[in-house]
């Protein structure tokens, strides 16, 4: 509801509503990350629609967040109609958050991925934030966030194309902080993260896989959603932090 001014009050510039300043949209809110980060925001009574292009992880994590506060919408941020159809109507949002990523064809040895492989990932890892971008930026009022990782600074053997999906991205958060400004654009870039993208990436070996990682880590442990969720809310929240990566690694980037 659009907030209601006396005359002798009224603001010369259009007055926003408080409801639509406090609606967060998350895309790759699902699973993961996103979906820690939804449940945070809804703690605090604010408004979040999540996006992905699962309906049936998007239901599912409408009934586990259980919120009427709480919307869902498809999307496939690699397909540029469906974002722009995304944006139709959505009306006015504080805060533009992506976590989607589509990694699962992302990592092999030089000589075996295919170029359509590596597209794929720098389709829903840049390309994706970009096209979220320029159809978010005439309805979003305070910020725009991104995740990119650990990979930009630490690349994994077999990993170029992820290591090179996530340097550019944080190249983009720098253009688009000028670009979009006021609106603030910064980049969370977790390490390693206890979520689903594990589970397509390294399948039955996934608790091996972590148990390893936590112990090469100055922290002890991998991280957990909340983490990376609280990381999110630091940059949402913080009015003077613009074009900027906050990192939230455990210490990876040290060792
Ligand atoms: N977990 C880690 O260790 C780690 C480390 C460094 C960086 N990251 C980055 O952190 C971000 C969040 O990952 P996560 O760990 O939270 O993984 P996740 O649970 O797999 O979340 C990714 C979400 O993105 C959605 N998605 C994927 N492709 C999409 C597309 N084309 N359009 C719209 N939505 C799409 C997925 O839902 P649908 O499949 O239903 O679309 C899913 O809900 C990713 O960018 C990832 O690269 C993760």
């Known amino acids: 509801m659009p907030v ?3 005359p002798a009050f009224a603001w010369p510039t259009t007055v926003v509503s408080m409801t639509d300043i406090s609606h967060t ?3 790759g809110g699902g699973s993961g990350m996103g979906l820690a980060l939804a449940r945070s925001l809804l703690a605090d009574g604010l408004e979040v629609t999540i996006a992905g292009r699962s309906r049936d992880r998007l239901d599912a994590a409408a009934v586990d967040l259980g919120s009427d ?3 869902t919408a498809p999307v496939d941020i690699a397909d540029e109609d469906s974002v722009r159809r995304l944006f139709q109507g959505i009306g006015r949002l504080g805060h533009v958050v992506v976590t989607a990523a589509d990694m699962s064809h ?3 040895p030089l000589a075996q991925l295919p170029l359509a492989d590596a597209r794929g990932v720098i389709d829903t890892k840049v390309l994706g934030p970009w096209l979220v971008a320029k159809y978010a930026a005439p309805v ?3 910020s725009f966030t991104v995740t990119s990782g650990i990979a930009a600074y630490r690349p994994a053997v077999n990993g170029t194309v992820v290591a090179t999906a996530n340097a550019a991205l944080e190249g983009l958060v720098r253009a688009l902080a000028l670009e979009l400004a006021p609106v603030r654009v910064n980049a969370v870039s977790p390490g390693w993260v206890d979520t689903p993208i594990w589970t397509s990436l390294a399948g039955d070996a996934k608790d091996e896989r972590l148990a390893a990682m ?3 880590l100055p922290v002890g442990r991998i991280g957990h959603p909340d983490d990376i969720a609280a990381a999110f809310r630091a940059v949402l929240d913080n009015g003077f932090l613009t074009g900027t990566v906050l990192h939230v690694d455990g210490g990876h980037h040290l060792v």
């Open 140 to 142: 979003l009022a305070e």
């Open 69 to 71: 506060r709480l919307h």
């Open 106 to 108: 992302g990592y092999a």
């Open 25 to 27: 949209l998350i895309i």
């Open 214 to 216: 936590a112990a090469r």
């Open 4 to 6: 209601t001014v006396s």
